[in-house]
């Protein structure tokens, strides 16, 4: 849907501006974190279409639940983790001081949630949203390839 990957990459130029051209991006309000909520639902809209999609193939017997739970993992994996780990892992090597204390977080795709316990930001403050992306896919796809059609309407 080449529409909504254009809305994409506006939101993703609205967390870029917020973050380079402070204070001016922000003037109308925090540009960067409507971004990224944008870019939330669009992902969940689009996540959830792929899904859905899935559980018709899974109904039509063209694909089994294992099948299509590698299928959706596995494009995540590839689509996600190699940036991810490069820059945890690189940001560690260059710096151990300071990004060590929140390596076994970030490592885990839980930095978000160390935030929250520690009440501030973190060494990779920006790695949240990942966060909750990952936490999403643990349960999103297991909820909507399982539950019955019925429960879980279109």
Known sequence: MPELDGLRALAVLAVLASHWLLPF?????????AGVYVFFVLSGFLI????????????LGRLGLGAALGRFFGRRVLRIFPAYYLTVVGSYLLSPDVF??????NLAYLGNMRAVMLGKTTSINHLWSLGVEEQFYLGWPFLVLLVPAAVLPR
């Open 25 to 33: 991006a922000n003037l109308f309000g925090h540009v960067g974190l």
């Open 48 to 59: 959830t279409r792929l899904l859905v999609t899935a559980r018709d193939e899974i109904a």
């Open 100 to 105: 060590g204390r929140d390596l076994p977080w």
